[in-house]
């Protein structure tokens, strides 16, 4: 019998720090590498006032790091133009109106749509945090139209300057984001391997491994259909993480990590003892890689109520601020943007970890202020030091970051002239709080009624994917192509149900949700994905319990 959980705002474990990303240097050497020059140049000549256009290029550095260098190039194209774009409409508003009700209104609507598109296209983190941000505070700068061709010109120059920073790893190591990825989900499915495939737990330690597995076929599919010898190593090894998933009980663990080292390693060539009689088997990427995907306007529908949530949360706080007089509404509005996830439960989250983080960071520019109004060289090179702490940190928790990020956006502020800490940090505090708490308030009068509607869809495509596996196992010989795609089909259907699952469960204010079918299905699937691969003589036999009918049922 299925029930609606009961909602709570938690506090455990919500500043707890996590481990550091694995690559939590490269996007914080990166943006550093792509802040410092333009800023410098700036500074050089004598117009570091502009240096908030060319901000809006340098922190497109921040996105992409997850992404073979192929996908990469185009990603970072596409967050330039967006960037781009974002400040474009925020300039011509500002040379056209100094109403701030208006320039706080056009604010939400496009903090709005850049939550919206960042979700629909998975951009990656830090998400649509930065596009808000650099957009919102272009909107109170001082303009005029003659003005805004050249603003733009700055920023298209910094985000092309991004660009090649972000590409530059890839000449040292061409296929490094693909190694980590499959590293992770080889640790992962080792982690689930030493459960044996039972005991406490070990469903959480399947769905992380399965999502792990998944995730790095992304990011080799990422690529496009260009196989070497490289990538093909990597294939093997995912299908070997994907027998650990289908067999734990047969499968070393300390092999699985033995892997992971080597591709964590420096060499750019591999050479690893990797089982060979199984690449025939890797028909399914051909076939993934055909299939057509879904369009933006499709992948934007669903995100609906949240883009209403970012726009109504957004406008209410920039208008609570301006009704308490406070000099900065675009603070109070980034605040509430910055909010919003993937429901109620993880917005509650993320403001308190934002508020904590703000206001410790308000103390951090309180200490910094001294030094950085020195002189204009120790104020670009305390930014350009809070960059990199800020990308350093945020990866272990949100408000650690923050305590970095609060003290930078204050001293951006005082790129154009020195200005009154005293009221910048209690400006800074007023919109913090006011943004968090209206934005949270928003976030549980805006209902996501859509998310039970889309953990019917997860689910409905789990069994769909099911019964066609179950099918072709039925068949006396099935075609290797059409089952090695049935499962990795049956695998992305399973890892989406599991993230609707979770999304929809710290929803608030919607029916109950069928958490008994969701544990069915997943259970079954996972038979029927254990089936497949059983079946295709990836796995061992000797402790296999049978293709059952439910395995097999259409």
Known sequence: MSSAPPHRLPLAGTLRLGRPSDIWFKPALSVVAAVAPPNLTLLALGRLDLAVYTMAGSLCALYGHNRPYAARA??????????????AAALVTASLTSDAVILVTVGAVLAAAQKAVCDATRVGPPGNVIFTFISSASLFAPQTLGEVPGHLALALAAGAWSWLVGMAPGLVRPHGPERRATAQALNATAAYAETRGTGEGHAGARAAGAAAVH???????????????????????????????????????????????????????????????????LLGVDTELALPRPSLR????????????TAIGCA??????????????YWALVTAAS???????????????????????????????????????ALVLCCAALNFGAEALIGRNYWLGSICVTPMALLITEFAHVQDSAELMTDRIADTLLGAIVGFVAAVAVTNRRAGDRLEQALTEVE????GAARLLAEARPDPRALDGARRGLASALVDLRATADAAAGEWW??????????????SGHR?????????????????????????RP
């Open 74 to 87: 185009r990603a970072l194209v596409w967050v330039v133009l967006g960037m781009v774009a974002g400040v």
């Open 215 to 281: 995730a790095a076929w992304q990011s080799l599919l990422a690529v496009g259909d260009r196989p070497d010898a490289t990538r093909r190593a990597l294939e093997r090894l995912l299908v070997r993480a994907e027998v650990a998933l289908a067999a734990p009980a047969d499968t070393d663990p300390a092999r699985l990590r033995a892997w992971a080292r080597q591709l964590r390693g420096l060499r750019r060539t591999l050479s690893l003892d990797i089982p060979g009689e199984y690449a025939d088997e």
């Open 298 to 309: 499709r992948r934007l529908a669903p995100l609906a109520p949240i883009a209403a949530r």
């Open 316 to 329: 209410l706080a920039g208008y609570a601020s301006l009704a308490l007089g406070v000099g900065r509404p």
């Open 339 to 377: 909010l919003y996830q993937a429901n109620v439960t993880l917005t509650w989250r993320r403001g308190v970890q934002r508020v904590v983080g703000n206001l410790v960071g308000v103390l951090a520019f309180a200490a910094l202020a001294p030094l950085a109004h020195a002189n204009a060289l």
């Open 464 to 467: 769909r994917a099911r019964e």
């Open 510 to 523: 919607q029916r109950a949700l069928p958490h008994d079918r969701v544990v069915l299905a997943e259970q």
């Open 528 to 552: 029927t994905l254990a089936a497949t691969v059983r079946r295709q003589g990836l796995a061992p036999r000797r402790h296999d319990p049978g293709t059952t009918t439910e395995d097999i």
